[in-house]
C-alpha cells in the first residue's frame, strides 16, 4: 500500500515486539503486513527472516524458543492453511508462538481466491490449538496485542493469533485501482 504512512497499527505492533523482547521475525512478503516489516527490518535488534512458504516461519519460532528468543510471524489469512501440519510442532512441545495474520477474502475482496482460507482461518487455527484475538479498527491493535504477547510469553507459551480484519488493512481493491 502506498499511504501506509497514514496507518499506525504496525508502528503499534512493533513497539509491543520491541517492549516484549522479540528478536526473530519470519514472514513471507505481504503487502497488508509492508510497513511492520519496512520497521523489523530497519531494527539491528531484531533479526528479519524473509520465508519461502509460510510453514518454514513453525521452525523458525520452534528454533528461537530453543535457543532462549522469542518469535514472530506475519502472514495473510491464506498462509494459515500452508500451516495446518506444521503447527502440531507448537501444540505438542508447547511452544510460544505469536501470529499476526493480515486477512484476506471478507469485507470487499476483489480476488475471490482468497475466500475460502479467509472464511475458515478462525476456526482453523482454534482447531490447532490457537487463542484467536481479532483485531477489527486500529484502536484494538494495543490492547488486543498487548494481550496476545502477554499469552504467548507470559502466560504459560500458548500459541495465539492476532487477526486482522482486511477492512482495517483495507486491502479492498488491487493496486493501481
Known amino acids: 500500500m502506498d499511504d501506509q504512512t497514514n496507518i499506525r497499527w504496525p508502528a503499534t505492533i512493533?513497539?509491543?515486539?520491541?517492549?516484549?523482547?522479540?528478536?526473530?521475525?519470519?514472514y513471507?512478503?505481504?503487502?497488508?503486513?509492508?510497513?511492520?516489516?519496512?520497521?523489523?527490518?530497519?531494527d539491528p535488534d531484531i533479526a528479519d527472516v524473509v520465508l519461502t512458504t509460510e510453514e518454514e516461519g513453525v521452525?523458525?519460532?520452534?528454533?528461537?524458543?530453543?535457543?532462549g528468543q522469542r518469535a514472530a510471524l506475519l502472514m495473510q489469512s491464506s498462509g494459515v492453511g500452508n500451516c495446518i501440519n506444521m503447527f502440531s510442532l507448537i501444540r505438542n512441545c508447547g511452544f510460544p508462538?505469536?501470529?499476526?495474520?493480515?486477512m484476506r477474502g471478507e469485507f470487499?475482496?476483489?480476488?475471490?481466491?482468497?475466500?475460502?482460507?479467509?472464511s475458515i482461518t478462525e476456526p482453523v487455527l482454534k482447531l490447532c490449538g490457537f487463542h484467536v484475538y481479532r483485531v477489527d479498527?486500529?484502536?484494538?491493535?494495543?490492547?488486543?496485542?498487548?494481550?496476545?504477547?502477554?499469552?504467548?510469553?507470559?502466560g504459560g507459551n500458548f500459541p495465539v493469533a492476532v487477526l486482522l480484519s482486511q477492512r482495517m488493512v483495507d486491502r479492498t481493491k488491487p493496486k493501481g485501482h
Open 108 to 118: 470487499a475482496e476483489f480476488n475471490p481466491w482468497q475466500v475460502p482460507m479467509g
Open 14 to 26: 512493533y513497539d509491543h515486539f520491541k517492549r516484549v523482547g522479540v528478536r526473530q521475525v519470519g
Open 97 to 102: 508462538c505469536l501470529v499476526l495474520v493480515t
Open 28 to 42: 513471507v512478503p505481504d503487502a497488508g503486513h509492508s510497513r511492520l516489516i519496512q520497521l523489523v527490518c530497519q
Open 59 to 67: 521452525g523458525l519460532v520452534a528454533g528461537a524458543h530453543l535457543g
Open 137 to 154: 479498527h486500529e484502536d484494538d491493535v494495543e490492547p488486543v496485542t498487548d494481550a496476545a504477547c502477554r499469552m504467548a510469553f507470559n
